[in-house]
């Protein structure tokens, strides 16, 4: 079903002036309605989200904006997460996938997104949250049994935290045991590739399909 215009201008807008009380509503709204939740996520949240950081770069809104929109979307996400994980059915493991925002950044509105859809998916999620520095992602791979590491960045300033991460696996000689895989705004697949990730998605549902072929389970 396609997201009626009333829902899809209201959450939008609400997400952009960082009304998180109207996004709310707007998105329970959109759930009771039986509206696709990633739909939602993917037509409504993040083109309004881009919009935001596009009015921060110009300097048309300030940091105390762009914090409450980031507000709105991190209250409107934790429902859409919840309608997307009990739409997940699957019982027995895929696979075992750590997965954080990498060190020096915070965004993890689109990780837990991606978490929330691997869930949904079959794999188990070991979620590091936030800020998360090279050698807590090589620990938790090992103490978990990872088949997939899986990190986040969302800043040109923190991708090279990405590439420590990588580093580090290679360093101690662990680079072949794991996938190592990157996603989030400031990434593309040719970064990726270059650095010499096993793998890079634009959005939640290609990270679902990127994992699966990880793990050979498609
Ligand atoms: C919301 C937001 C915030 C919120 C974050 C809240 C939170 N809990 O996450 C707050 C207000 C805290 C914030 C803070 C800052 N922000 Co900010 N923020 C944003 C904003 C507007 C939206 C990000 C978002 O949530 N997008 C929606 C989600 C769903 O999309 P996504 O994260 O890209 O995830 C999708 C895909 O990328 C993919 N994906 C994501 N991760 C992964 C991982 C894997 C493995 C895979 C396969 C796929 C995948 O799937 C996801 C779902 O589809 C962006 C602008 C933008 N256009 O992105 C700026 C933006 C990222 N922020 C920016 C900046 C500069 C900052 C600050 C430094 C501001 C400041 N001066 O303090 C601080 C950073 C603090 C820090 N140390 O991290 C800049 C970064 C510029 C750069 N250097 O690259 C941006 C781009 C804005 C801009 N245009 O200038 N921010």
Redesign the pocket.
Known sequence: MSIPESIRERLSQALIEGDADAAEAAALEALQADLDPLAV??EV??PA?????????CGDIF?PE??????A??RV?KHLEAAIAAQGRTTTALGIVV?G?VQ???????????AT?LRAHGFKVVDLG??VAPSKFLDAARANGADIV??????????PQALNTLNLFREVGARDQYAL???????TETWANEAGFD?????????VE??KKLVNKN
């Open positions: 996520i993917s949240m993040i989200l881009t919009e935001v950081g596009n009015q921060f770069q940091l762009l914090m409450m929109a980031g507000e979307a991190e996400s997965m925002t020096g950044d915070v965004h993890d509105i689109g990780k837990n997104i991606v859809m936030r800020n899986a990190m986040s960045t969302l800043m040109t300033t923190t991708r895989i990157v996603g989030g705004g400031c990434v793998g890079y998605s634009a959005d939640a549902a290609g990270a990127l994992c």
